[in-house]
Structures are given as C-alpha cells and as structure tokens.
C-alpha cells in the first residue's frame, strides 16, 4: 500500500494566484493555464461549481488578463485521471490499485481575509497508474480518454514515450471542503517556507525530514503513517 502526496493547481508560479477558497471553507479547484494554448476551456468560459466563472475569482487585472487563456484540466474529477510527463512525477507509475493519491493546492481567502495556505482538496483511490506506452490503445481510451495529455492529439503524441498516467475508481473524489495542511516554516536562509504543519505530521509523517511541501516533488508517506494516512483521507468530505 502507497500513499503519496501532490501539489497541483493554479498558484503564485503558475497563473499568478492562490485558487479561492469561500467563507464556509469549501473552495474552487482553479486548473493551471494551458501552456499549449489548445484546449477549448478558459478561464472566461469555465464556471466553477459555485456558479461563478473561474475568472471572477481572479484580480481584475489577472482575470482579464487570463480570460481567454485556455486552461490545463489536470487532474480531472469527471473521471479522475491525471497525467504528466515530467521526470519529477515518474513515480507515480509505480502506484497500484488501492493505492492513494492525495492532492493539495494553494488556497487564500476569497472575500475574507485568510492568508495563502496549502489544503488538501481531493484524491483518488487508485485503480491503475502506468506509462502510456504500457496500455494498449483500447485501455488509453476506455480509461483515460478525458485526461488533457490524451485529450489533445498532439500533446499525446509527443508525450506518449515519458507520460504517466493515473486512473482513480469511482470511490476517488473532489472535496467538498478544503482541509489546511500548511503552516509557515523557514527555509535554510530564514526566509518563509510552507511545511507540513505539526498535526499533519502526526497523520502523514514527515516524508523522512523532508517536511517542505511548497515547491515539492511528490512527497511519499512512510510505511509506518500509511495507515493513518489512509484512514484521515478516506474520512475527509
């Protein structure tokens, strides 16, 4: 059993924002922009599940900016996939079924004040993960066919040898509510540092001293938290 934590979703790096998180503690999970610049959804035509499009929760100024902007839908919570072909995620290949991948963002306050903080903010229980190459054409579409590296006919072409792709079972989900996972550390030159707060620790561990989780690779929780680990998400709503 494996249980490993990953960060995704629009940030200060990538797209210039935290992603909103509401007054009652539930929150939009706000996609990356679109590198390619070839998938139909922006941020000008998306509506989150509030009812609000994805720009209105940017600034003004971002948000006009990024209006037309296409948008990288990954991971998707229609059929739970995700997919990356970068050499820092080619771990995940090595997830099995049951395994769990957890996935946390950067929230801040959106019409209230509460400060950039990581939440948890869904995860997959896992039903099979892989390179690309390593299923057949029939298993690409049956299983992945709405992730955004397969979706895009060219992406998948020029991805295809070094794509990772993770499938979650219909038990995976999106959370309702935004659970925080951060408090502010140091890094080595005393600047601020988001790391995996106390109590996480208690739950999680601490990815054997590497408690930084702003600007991780994918962090992978000790055998000996596994099970708390796995307990704490599948309660999560």
Partial sequence: MKVALLRVGIDSGSGGCQGPLLPDGSFEHVPIPDGFGIDSRTYGNTVGRHGRLLKDYLSPSLGQRLEAQSMHVDPEFETFTYG??????????????????????????????????????????VLTAGRAADFRPAEIRALFSKNFHVLHRRVY?????????????????????????????????????????????????????????????????????????????YNLR
């Fill in 84 to 125: 990356d072909p970068t050499s820092p995620k080619a771990g995940l290949r090595h997830l099995e079924k049951g395994d769990v991948l957890v996935f946390y963002a950067g929230l801040e306050g959106w019409g209230f004040d509460s400060p950039p903080a990581l939440y948890i903010i869904g995860y997959f229980k």
């Fill in 157 to 233: 072409r020029d991805q295809k040898a070094n794509l990772v792709l993770v499938k979650g079972s219909s038990k995976s989900r999106l959370l309702k509510k935004a659970v925080q996972i951060s408090e502010t550390g140091r890094d080595r030159a005393g600047k601020p540092l988001k790391v995996l707060s106390r109590d996480m620790q208690r739950v999680f561990g601490d990815f054997g001293g590497k408690i930084s989780i702003q600007r991780s690779p994918t962090r992978w929780v000790e055998p000996a938290f596994i099970g708390s680990a796995k307990e704490f998400v």
